[in-house]
């Protein structure tokens, strides 16, 4: 499964925190959690395994982020495990995509929302210093 082109804001938080992206040397992804928004009742007991792709237009696809064995007792939130690589050139681009590599073991009958919380380490120079 791909996902649309997801517009990057890193410019707007470099800007925020007194930097530029020409200034920052690396970003790796600390952290991403996928949370049922809907149905309020939905729950990832479908899911055996979830692998997380980043790639864009001028890079190659590299692993993000992964869950194996995931259990089905009901959860609606699921911590992946992050790949600590750097991210830079991806996050620095106006546009990314991301795409899900799944295993499953259950058929669900109703669309599922889900939402992804995601937290970045950046390490930049700062302005003025």
Known sequence: MQSPEIESNAE?????????KDLVEKIELTKMELRI???????????????????SEQHEEVKIAYLE??????????????????????IKEDHFKLRLATRTDEVITRNHEILVDTEFFVDAKILGI
């Open 12 to 20: 707007t938080e470099f800007e925020s925190n007194h930097t530029r």
């Open 37 to 55: 928004k809907s149905p309020e009742d939905g729950n990832f007991n479908f899911l055996n395994s979830i692998e997380v792709y980043i790639y």
């Open 69 to 90: 064995d995931i259990p089905a007792d009901g959860r609606q939130k699921l911590k992946l495990n992050t790949v600590r690589k750097n991210l830079m050139k991806y």
